[in-house]
């Protein structure tokens, strides 16, 4: 770890429910007897994380500690790479998590602990992670995202949407996700939908996708058991239409995975996904809204420097 690097902290108040918020003193304090030479940036509103990530490194900044969720770490990471520049190599990203769900942490073994994660960070045992970018065509309107943990579609994005509503009712914790999964339910309707993966068309009556780069979304739901961060490809889950005995008999089995053995659940790896439907499908990624259409996913292998929990993450020794 570099002496005089000055860390670049953004700490999004409003992560966790307020949590955020709540706990700036003692994130403070953390940063202050760690004795990293850091600066405080205070996210003010949606999309603020996205501008301050890109001002920041646009002027030179290199490293950088996300304090708060999954959703704050999305817009950050977006910052990064709709401003980098020459020095984009040399980023490296930590986490201070603060969310709610906070998946992301869960596949590179950081514990959701202020004072432990620092230590990791402290650490600083760094891989160089895949990133995704996925363009999203609605109503004759292109846009484009990079995310770095999963992008989910029908079923998850619904979930996704539900969920940030209640978050922002002030709901918090697993209840958050448990009756996201359940309202989103009884709301959703499968549709005929063509998924293309690296040329391959396989045409489904989805009831959801989720394309991972990380193995866990929805609180702790490993979606995507066989996704490797590191390994240049998407993992894909790929859920057709399920009954109501279908959700009770895999609702545990998704949080460790073992509902992919179901007959209705096929997984694929590959480097492009299109995603097209008979009629306007939801979108997410990294737990972030994208709105209804069509979508197209690339694997950008090896672009962001992330710090990890070496004592947990296996795969990379």
Request: hydrophobic share 40%; proline share 3%.
């Amino acid at each position: 770890m570099k002496p005089d690097v000055c860390w670049q902290v953004i700490l999004n108040p409003h992560a966790g429910c307020g949590k955020g918020g709540r706990d700036k003193a003692k994130i403070d304090s953390i940063l202050n007897y760690s004795g990293l030479r850091y600066c405080m940036h205070e996210s003010e509103y949606a999309g603020h994380a996205f501008v301050l990530a890109k001002d920041l490194v646009i002027n030179g900044s290199t490293h950088f500690i996300v304090a708060g969720g999954d959703g704050t770490l999305n817009e950050i990471v977006n910052g990064i790479f709709n401003g980098k520049n020459s020095q984009c190599d040399q980023i490296v990203l930590g986490m201070l998590p603060v969310g709610t769900g906070n998946d992301w942490i869960r596949t590179f073994g950081i514990p959701d602990h202020y004072q432990m994660a620092m230590d990791i960070i402290l650490k600083g045992k760094a891989v160089v992670q895949d990133v995704g970018l996925v363009e999203h065509t609605e109503v004759g309107r292109n846009k484009s995202w990079f995310f770095v943990n999963i992008a989910g579609f029908g079923f998850d994005a619904m979930v996704a949407a539900r969920a940030n509503n209640l978050k922002n009712n002030g709901m918090s914790g697993l209840r958050v996700y448990i009756e996201s999964f359940l309202w989103s339910y009884f709301n959703h309707k499968a549709c005929q939908t063509s998924v293309v993966i690296d040329g391959e068309k396989l045409s489904v009556n989805l009831f959801s996708a989720s394309v991972g780069i990380g193995k866990f979304n929805g609180g702790g739901m490993m979606q995507v058991p066989d996704a490797n961060p590191v390994n240049g490809y998407f993992h894909i889950t790929i859920i057709r239409n399920l009954g109501i005995w279908g959700i009770l008999q895999n609702f545990l089995k998704l949080y460790n995975g073992t509902f992919i053995r179901d007959y209705r659940v096929s997984t694929h790896t590959g480097k492009q996904v299109q995603l097209t439907a008979e009629k306007p499908i939801s979108g997410e990624v990294d737990g972030e809204s994208m709105g209804n259409g069509s979508f197209n996913l690339q694997i950008i292998p090896h672009q962001l420097r992330v710090i990890y929990g070496e004592d947990k993450f296996k795969m990379l020794e």
